[in-house]
């Protein structure tokens, strides 16, 4: 399980933005969004990176949580 930290969002609507842009990565399984988090499950030929880029690439600033 992969646990992000999402700078940026501030309603429903960028939830919602930012679980179709994690929806829409091969091998990335989502398993909740909120606003300021995501937690998600990767297939082993996914890394955190690609996951954090994808974010950022739809605005928004992403990193893994170490909590």
Same mark, same amino acid.
């Given at each position: 399980?992969?646990?992000?930290? &999402?700078? $940026?969002?501030? %309603?429903? $609507? %960028?939830? +919602?933005?930012?679980?179709? +842009?994690?929806? /829409? &990565?091969? $091998? @990335?399984? @989502?398993?909740? @969004?909120?606003? /300021?988090? *995501?937690? @998600?499950?990767?297939?082993?030929? &996914?890394?955190?990176?690609?996951? &954090?880029? *994808?974010?950022?690439? *739809? /605005?928004?600033? *992403?990193?893994?949580?170490?909590?």
């Amino acid at each position: 399980m992969l646990e992000l930290k &999402i700078q $940026g969002m501030s %309603c429903q $609507g %960028c939830v +919602t933005r930012v679980k179709k +842009t994690l929806e /829409g &990565i091969r $091998g @990335v399984h @989502v398993d909740a @969004v909120e606003v /300021g988090s *995501a937690k @998600v499950r990767l297939d082993p030929e &996914i890394t955190p990176a690609q996951v &954090i880029e *994808a974010l950022d690439d *739809a /605005g928004y600033d *992403a990193a893994a949580s170490t909590a």
